[in-house]
Each structure stands twice: as structure tokens, then as C-alpha cells.
């Protein structure tokens, strides 16, 4: 056994956790409380009953123990992707107006993130689990094909104003509407999505094996091979102790906030559930 490689990272550890002792934020749940109570936010789309009324049903497919069969596992992680979606839109629509003195790049590459993630995660889908899916469930998934092609244009247009806008050309008006326009069809999409999945729906045509493979080839479609850019984005827009990204705990608690935090921390207090 290397003791030295041992002591490196034993060392590196209690470091870590006492700058967590001593470095405490304001603290994830203070951040949702003061989203909660925000008038902006509470005049928006994302208190809207019908939006909420979406995100309750893929919560409730989310909010569950992990499974341990393939076949429950597409629509559990999915649940939880769209979950990340939801969180990270909403902190990206919180903080449009909020974000310090020049540090507008740094806001505006996390807002360009958090609605990226949402069409690579569609270019994902339409590349491998629809057509894989639909070999064996003709017109399963054309539903939510088409629900991609109706908002393809607007999001689009959104993606490419968070792409192009300059900090003194930034209008928090602009981008606000924009995604509220978007919010309603984009949720109802999302948990409409999760219907097709359902576990009874995939077995009565796919063997575990075969959902396996798709399971992981739809995760490989959506990686960008920057784990020190996807795994803080992904951790610090989910509820902290939920089971979802399925890495081990040293992973989600000890690497990513200690070692993958670092290359693109400037972008990460605009996340929803910040470790710092």
C-alpha cells in the first residue's frame, strides 16, 4: 500500500472538512428560503399552479429509493435530470438581477449552462433512447418528439441571447420573459416524458440486459467528458443528500466540492444549492 498516496488524501480530506467547519455559506436552505419568499419569483411562472402541478408528477417519479433493475432506473435518473433542470432555470431566472458587480460573464455563463443542459439533453434523447426505443415500441416516443420540435425555436432563441448579449446590453426584462414563455410547455414536457418510460411499458418489449444499454448509452449522449464542469452542476442543483447522480459518496461529497469545484467555481453561486 502506498501510506504516502494514503496520508495525501487523508490529509487533503480533514482539510476539507475544516473549511467546511470554518467557511459556512449562508447555506443551501437559506438560499431556497429567500427564493420562496422573493417577490419576483413569486409573480413568475415558476409559482404558477399549473407549472408546479408538472413538477410534482416528476418529482414523484424522482423521490423514490434508487431502483435496482434497469427498467426502473430510466425513468428514476430521467426524473432526476429534469429535476436538475428545474432547479437551475430557477436560479438562473432568480439571479438575472442579482449577480455582484462585475461578474456578469461569470451569471451569464452559468444562465448559458443551465439552459444548454436542457437542449443537450434533448440532442441526447433524440440520438439514442427514442430511436432505441422505438425499434421495439413503434410510436412510443413520437409525442415527446413533437413536444421538442414546438419549443426548439423559442429555446433556441433563448440559448443564443445568453450566448451573444453583452453586459451592457443585458436586459433582465428580455430574459425573464423569454423563460417564463418557456416554463409551462418545457415542465409538462418533462413529466409527460416520464409517462413513456414507465417500467411495465419498457419490459413488456425489452429485456433488463437491453435497458441497461440504453440506460448507458443515453448517459454517455449528454456527458461532455468535463466531470469538474457537469458533477458540481448537477450536485449543487439537486436537494443535497438525494441519491441522484447514482457515484459514491466520497464522489459527491468529498471530490466534488474539494477537487472538481475548483476550475469553474466562480460559476457555482448561482447554482441552487451551493456547497459554498
Known sequence: MNFKLLSSVFAAVLAFLAFRALNKPLGTNHVQHIMSTDAVMGASK????????????IRKVAEVPRPTLASGKTAWAMAWTHMVI???????????????????DNYRTYATLSIKFLVDHHDAEEKTLFPMLEEKIPGSMEKNHEQHEAFLQPLGDLLKYLETVTADKWDVSTFRTKLDALLFPVMEHL????DSLEPEK???K??????????????????????????????QNLPPGCEFPPAPGFVKNVLGPWMFY???????????????
Request: cysteine-free; overall charge negative.
Open 191 to 194: 413529466a409527460d416524458e416520464l
Open 46 to 57: 415558476f409559482s404558477d399552479p399549473k407549472v408546479l402541478a408538472e413538477v410534482a408528477k
Open 202 to 204: 419498457l419490459t413488456a
Open 262 to 276: 475548483w476550475k469553474y467555481a466562480e460559476l457555482w453561486k448561482y447554482t441552487a444549492y451551493p456547497w459554498k
Open 206 to 235: 425489452f429485456s433488463e440486459e437491453e435497458l441497461q444499454a440504453i440506460n448507458t448509452a443515453t448517459h454517455k449522449a449528454q456527458a461532455t467528458g468535463d466531470s469538474k464542469l457537469e458533477l458540481p452542476f448537477v450536485v
Open 86 to 104: 428545474w432547479y437551475a432555470w430557477k436560479s438562473a431566472y432568480f439571479y438575472a438581477d442579482k449577480f455582484p458587480a462585475g461578474d456578469f
